[in-house]
């Protein structure tokens, strides 16, 4: 059974829809903010980062990081209705694997961090006079970002073609985080079309749903 330690809305959202997806047994054990915004103090003691999603697995032992928890599942739990030989996840030695790696780590690094210092530009500089051009610069930057993949997207639908991986949940999660979305989506209907396709399945749009996303 694994715990996720997950917030509405949150990174925490593409992993729920994959352990939900996979047919995982888990618990979702939401961390609040406290008031002033800070995370509770004993969440500390389970992630010093203060962040969302954090995993804890059957062996009791705790897990970060969004991207490493996609790949992790997605590899564990192949899902037997979709394409036989790809499942959420293209094995280690198959021709798709470094496409698949390659664009969750380009969702992690680039696309996540963009969000971040749209989300909060404050706690990107110590001074708080610079946030608004951190604001500005990663809306940019998101944009550049989401070209480069709705080029190499092309086609599609799904990042690897006809087949939904644990790629495609990680991307649709954060194409919901878009500052804004409708212009997103009128610049690349094939990211547009990706999204629709993600969130239309069942399952996830139970967790979508519980998340409050679009
Ligand atoms: N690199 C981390 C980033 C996780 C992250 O930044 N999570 C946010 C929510 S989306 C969070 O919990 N931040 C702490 C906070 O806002 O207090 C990952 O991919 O898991």
Redesign the pocket.
């Known amino acids: 059974m694994f715990k996720l330690y997950a917030?509405p809305n949150?990174?925490?959202a593409a992993v729920e829809a994959l352990l939900a997806e996979c047919g995982a047994a888990f618990e979702i054990i939401d961390i609040l903010?406290e008031p002033d915004?800070?995370?509770p103090r004993s969440f500390l003691q389970i992630n010093p980062?203060?962040?969302?999603?954090t995993l804890r697995l059957a062996d009791n032992s705790i897990m970060?990081?969004?991207?490493a928890?996609m790949i992790y599942l997605a590899d564990l739990h192949p899902a037997a209705d979709l394409h036989p030989a790809a499942g959420l996840a293209p094995a280690a030695t198959s021709p798709l694997r470094p496409r698949y790696l390659r664009w969750m780590l380009y969702f992690?690094t680039a696309v996540?961090?963009a969000?971040?210092r749209m989300y909060?530009p404050a706690r990107h500089s110590t001074d708080a006079g610079h946030a608004a051009a951190i604001k500005a610069k990663a809306i940019e930057d998101m944009e550049r970002d989401y070209d480069i993949f709705a080029e190499a997207l092309d086609e599609g639908p799904f990042i690897l073609g006809p087949s939904m991986s644990a790629v495609d949940i990680y991307a649709a999660m954060l194409v919901s985080w878009a500052p804004d979305v409708e212009r997103l989506f009128a610049r690349h209907g094939n990211i547009k079309r990706l999204y629709e396709l993600v969130a239309a399945r069942p399952v996830i749009a139970k967790v979508w749903a519980r998340n409050k996303m679009p």
């Open positions: 917030r949150a990174g925490s903010r915004g800070t995370v980062r203060g962040e969302v999603p970060t990081e969004s991207a928890m992690a996540y961090m969000d971040l909060y």
